[in-house]
Structure formats: C-alpha cells, structure tokens
C-alpha cells in the first residue's frame, strides 16, 4: 500500500474536525485534554504562526494535565511537534529543556523540532544523549525504542551543522539497528559532505525491507545528494516516495544555486515528470 | 495473436499459481511480453495485487498492446483500490487514447489519492487528439484544458507540478483552442508560485516553448 503523510493524507482522510485559528487557539486551555492534544496538532498541521498560537504551545510543553498510564505527556509530545514546524525560535529554551523529560517520546519530539528551527544554541543537550556510544544506545527492554531518541538526536545534529560532534556521530554508523545507521550516515554527509556517506544511503535503496528503503529516500531527499538522483527513481519504491525524495534534491538544489534550468535541475524535473 | 493460444493460457496460468512476490512478477513480466490481447484481463488484475515490480510489469504490457487495452482498463478501474487505480490512470495516460478523457478528467479533479490524480492530471495533456473529428476534437481540448487550468491552482505542490506537465504538452498538442490561458497560467506559475519547484518546473515548461 501506498501512504505518505505528506502525499496521501488529507485532514477529512484523518476524520478531522474543521477548526478556526481562534478556536485552536482557545481549545489548547480547554479543560478537556483531548481538545488540547488536537489543537497543537492543528496548529502545526496548518502551519498557523500566530504569536498566541506560540506561546501557548510553549507553555504547552510544561502541561502536567494530560498525562498516559505509563506517564508519558502526548499533549507536550504534539505541542513539541507543532512548535518544529512554525519556525519560530522564542520555542528553543523549551524544546531544549523537553531534552531531559522522563517522556522518550518527548524527547524524541523536541530534538526533531530543534532539528527544524535552525538555532545550535541546543547542540551541548542534544550531544548529551549521545553520551556512551552504541554500547548505551540499546532498547529499553519490553519498549519499541531505544534509551534514547538517538535517530533524531542524530538528525538533528547534522541539520544544526554541529561539526563539534563528528566524533560523537561517526560510531553510530554501526549501530544494530539499520534505520540508526541511516541517520548517521546522512548527519555525517551534512557535517563532513564527503560522498561517502551519501553512497551509503544510495546502497540502502537495496535493502530487503520497504520501509527501510522509504526511509533512505526520506534521508536522501533531506541531504540533499545530487549523485543520487537515477538510483532514487530506480528504487524498488511506491512513486510517491521516490518523487518527495526528488522533490528533496531539487529544493536543495535551487536553494544552493537558485538555477532552474542548471543541468541538474532539468535532470531532476525529468526524473520527477516520469514519476507522476 | 489467437486468444485460446495454448502459450498464452500457460502463461496466465503461471500467474495464478505464483507463490511468492518474485515468482508473481516473473509470470507477470512474462505475460506481459507476450503481446496478447488474451492477457488483458490478467494483467488489469496485476495491477492490485499490491506487488509493484508486477504492477509495473503489467503497466508495461497493457502500454505495449495500446488501443486494444482500453475498454477493459476503462470498466476495470478499482474503486476499492487506489495503489491499483494508480497504475490504471498510468497505463491510459501512457496509451493517450482520448476515449479516457472522462476518467482522467474525474480523476484529476476530485480522486482523493494524490498518487491517481497525480497521474490523471499529466495524462491529460497528452492525449492523441488526431484521432477525433473536430468539432470533437475542439471540445475535449477546452475540457482537458479546464481540467489543467482547475488543478493548477491546487493546494498540493504535486497537483501544480503535474497541472504544468499536463499544461506543457497541452500546448504542444492541442491544435483547436486558443493556447493563452494556458501560456498565462505557466506564466503565473514561473512567477509567483510558493513552492520553488513548482516555480523551477514552470520555467522549464515556459522554456521548452520558447
């Protein structure tokens, strides 16, 4: 089956409710925490950069309200969410202070969003997590994770640029786990852009398993790795993915070129043309 | 081809009986290189098996056969299935007959699977409009071009995109209708899209035309 979030889901497909700014604003101190948890999803979805809409995602992250059985925080999982899409840095002390919640999710959430925002102020807390290596980086026993939010925290690091923990990163190219070797590869290549790692993406497009290789798209597209252009259009990959991993190279293209109708771009929209 | 050819039922025969992904689109591949009218149904059926190296085997296929292919891909969508509705707007797109028209059109317009519409939408601008009379011809160019101009102004970044594939060869092809709508919907799109692929597309386009 093809799904995508951002292809394929519509917000009527999600069986949502139609929400005004006002109203999303208001129901995030609603009584009723399940408004609230989907308020911030809301906001985020819809991308509303309203200041109200900020500060009250921001004091959303401190909720002690909405709380699971195991003692997780969905509401400050979706507010951390929301605030890594609305490109606003007033939300970085918060997020970062998120870094240490007792709530995986929470912290998995916050350094996502850090990654977003842009601002490397967050690099010491986020490099925290990484503290022991791969011999610490292991799953929580009886839990779908590890001890830590690791892929993110990886993620982010090579978004923020954050050169300082090259050495901190490399190791977790061997992780076990394969989605956690992705996620060092392509901070590597965002800190050391050496074509390396980018070759260790395009060999993922290979492995056994669908998801994997949708998730080496995802990277690639995020990396932005020009070279990888024909193997991503060739992948074993429903066309969705593979014209957002294209979509991926091409934005990155234009942002470091501004050329439309350079060679690579007219490749790249060649490639995307017979993927519709 | 004879369609009670002994090969030919083997062959479909082979698809049946695969059991694994693999073994399915090696008998799927080898259906489809057999040319035969006879494999039709087969092959339509390929297309939701929910196995896309098949899929795409199948496409190829139904493509290579053409016109032949088209009444039955026409009453076999799957209303049930998008991924294989997907690849039966693919396959007509790719065969441009304009006896499609109508579904691309619905397609492009309110499927609610982006990957459908996506495919729907660049089809649309490539039928083989010499194959109807003109006052015919006339009129299904205004459609497809109504359909183009619609979804240009999506909210979906793909939609625009596809709507400019679909709008490039418009051009090119349509031979009856006055082409400045869509030059100026190009224009607009080059100029003040907010994607910057879109935008960057819309310039090729306007290139290519130049």
């Given at each position: ?99 240490e919640c007792d709530d995986f999710y929470v912290r998995e959430s916050a350094a996502q969003a850090l990654g977003l925002l842009g601002d490397a102020s967050c690099v010491p807390q986020l490099m925290t997590l990484l503290e022991g290596g791969i011999e610490v980086a292991q799953f929580v026993p009886d839990r779908p994770h590890l001890v830590q939010p690791v892929e993110a925290v990886l993620e982010a690091l090579g978004a923020l640029g954050a050169t300082e923990a090259i050495d901190l990163v490399r190791p977790f190219l061997n992780h076990s786990v394969a989605r956690v070797q992705y996620a060092a590869a392509r901070s590597m290549y965002q800190l050391t852009h050496d074509p390396v790692y980018g070759e260790q993406l395009v060999q993922a497009l290979q492995g056994n398993d669908v998801q994997l290789r949708r998730s080496a798209l995802a990277d690639l597209g995020a990396i932005g790795y020009i070279p990888a252009a024909d193997a ?45 | ?210």
């Open positions: 089956m093809e799904s995508t979030p951002d292809l394929e889901s519509s917000p009527e497909a999600l069986g949502a409710e139609p929400l005004t700014v006002e109203q999303a604003i208001a129901n995030l101190s609603d009584t009723d925490t399940s408004l609230r948890y989907y308020a911030a999803w809301w906001l985020g979805k819809f991308q509303i950069k309203d200041s109200r809409a900020i500060d009250a995602l921001i004091r959303a992250l401190e909720d002690e309200d909405d709380r699971t059985e195991m003692g997780g925080y969905p509401l400050r999982r979706n507010a951390a969410r929301a605030l890594g899409k609305l490109d606003d840095r007033r939300a970085v002390p918060g997020l970062t202070r998120c870094l991503i259009a060739a992948a074993p990959v429903e066309n969705s993915f593979k014209l957002l991993s294209c979509k991926g190279l091409l934005d990155y293209h234009l942002r470091e070129t501004g050329d439309p109708l350079s060679s690579d771009a007219i490749k790249l929209m060649t490639l995307m043309d017979q993927l519709l | 081809m004879i369609a009670t050819d002994p090969t030919i039922q083997s062959l479909i025969q082979a698809v049946e009986a695969a059991d694994s992904p693999a073994k399915l689109v090696g008998a799927v591949r080898a259906l489809a290189q057999a040319r035969s009218t006879a494999a039709i149904p087969t092959l339509i059926r390929a297309l939701g098996f929910n196995n896309p190296g098949a899929a795409l085997a199948a496409v190829s296929g139904l493509v290579a056969l053409g016109e032949e292919a088209v009444p039955d891909l026409l009453a076999q969508i799957d209303g049930y299935n998008y991924g294989a509705r997907a690849y039966s707007l693919r396959a007509l797109a790719a065969i441009a007959d304009p006896r499609a028209l109508d579904v691309l059109i619905k397609a492009a317009e309110a499927d609610f699977a982006p990957s459908v519409r996506r495919a729907a939408i660049k089809g649309l601008g490539q039928l083989r409009w010499q194959q109807l009379e003109p006052t015919e011809r006339e009129s299904a160019q205004s459609q497809a071009l109504k359909t183009l101009l619609l979804v240009a102004q999506d909210a979906d970044w793909a939609n625009r995109y596809a709507a400019i594939v679909g709008l490039q060869s418009w051009i090119t092809s349509a031979d009856l209708v006055n082409r400045s709508s869509a030059i100026d919907q190009l224009d607009q799109l080059a100029q003040t899209d907010p994607d910057g692929a879109v935008r960057a597309r819309a310039t090729l386009a306007k290139q290519h035309l130049a």
